[in-house]
């Protein structure tokens, strides 16, 4: 039997910050907005302890918590929060098709992409025993940096993104000790000089991790090995930053928006459109310079205030 075709203004894909304050204006709009959740309800922030620097919460949240409210606050406004994954799409036509857990069909006037992206870790074991723990590996600098002040931190990766968040981070801590893993950067000249010129950043080229140290409380260094010579040696540490990229999560759009090299959406710029009419995209999906969630939310406020000006033209 098959299943009815279900029809819906405003479709959002995704729950993290970017999405749910979609949401909350699409919803204020009476846009009636349906929105999946994915695999990672919430989004990225429920993977992380403390969120300091989200305006409106002086003492800090959890990132859970937070999402709750966020969830909270959109269901006030009658979004229909559904559990769901979103498996394909078809946006070559006027109605954009939307399949669910490769069933159930949805066509939507308007869709709101807010499928966030994910870091890249290392995959050791120990990396991800205390990336779970809260316990002093981290993906994000700029989140978490602060929690290392006058601490002495380790930082992975080579390239731009990496070169930034050591810099970064010498600005708070005793010290960065930076691996990379070749015998040079991939970074940009300009930005290699910086950190090499950077007094407490030490840089440790052809080293790779062999293991995150820690204890009951958390990171207290690294294993590290010297490929060219097989040395090893521990790095003292209370974090393990890890700086070798992000995945956006949107592999399921590339056969009909436009992605750069990276695959993040590329919007319209200025606005959260995408070059697909009715489709628009806020939050880590489109964004590879700031990835924070009040960033998130506030390209997730244009892709509704987008959609509901699209719709309003539409409709005359
Ligand atoms: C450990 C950690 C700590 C962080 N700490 C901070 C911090 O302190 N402050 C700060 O500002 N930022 C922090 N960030 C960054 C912040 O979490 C992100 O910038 C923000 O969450 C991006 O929001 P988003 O809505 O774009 O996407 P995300 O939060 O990534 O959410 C993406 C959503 O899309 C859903 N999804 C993906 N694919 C599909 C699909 N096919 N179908 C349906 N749903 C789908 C997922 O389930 C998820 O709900 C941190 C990030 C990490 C990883």
């Known amino acids: 039997m098959s299943v009815a075709i279900e029809k819906v203004k405003c479709l959002i894909i995704g729950s993290g910050p970017a999405g749910y304050t979609a949401a909350i204006y699409a919803a204020r709009a009476n846009m009636n907005p349906v929105m999946y959740m994915g695999s990672q309800p919430g989004g990225q922030l429920t993977t992380t302890n403390e969120v300091e620097n989200f305006p409106g919460y002086p003492e800090g949240i959890t990132g859970p918590a937070m999402m709750e409210e966020l969830k909270a606050q959109a269901e006030r406004f009658e979004t229909d929060v559904r559990e769901g994954w979103v498996t394909k799409v078809d946006f070559s036509g006027d109605v954009h098709k939307v399949w669910i857990n490769d069933d159930k069909e949805i066509h939507c006037e308007t869709v709101i992409v807010s499928t966030g992206a994910s870091a890249k870790y290392l995959g050791l074991p120990s990396e991800q025993k205390y990336l779970k723990m809260g316990g002093g590996v981290s993906a994000c600098a700029v989140c978490d940096g602060f929690f290392y002040k006058n601490q002495e931190v380790i930082l992975v990766g080579a390239g731009d993104s990496a070169c930034e968040e050591a810099h970064y981070l010498s600005k708070i801590c005793k010290k960065v000790t930076m691996l990379v893993r070749r015998d040079e950067f991939r970074a940009s000249k300009i930005m290699a000089t910086r950190v090499q010129n950077t007094e407490n950043i030490e840089i440790l080229f052809n080293t790779e991790t062999v293991e995150v140290l820690g204890d009951d409380y958390g990171v207290t260094g690294a294993r590290v090995k010297n490929k060219v010579t097989g040395e090893e040696k521990d790095i003292p540490a209370t974090g393990f930053f890890v700086a070798i990229g992000h995945k956006p999560n949107t592999d399921i759009f590339k056969e009909y928006l436009t992605l750069d090299e990276t695959g993040y959406i590329v919007n319209v710029c200025g606005t959260a459109k995408t070059n697909v009419e009715g489709v628009f995209v806020c939050g880590d999906a489109a964004d590879h310079v700031y ?26």
């Open 291 to 316: 990835r924070q969630a009040i960033t998130a939310a506030g390209t997730g406020c244009m892709a509704a205030l987008d959609a509901e000006r699209y719709l309003a033209a539409k409709e005359g």
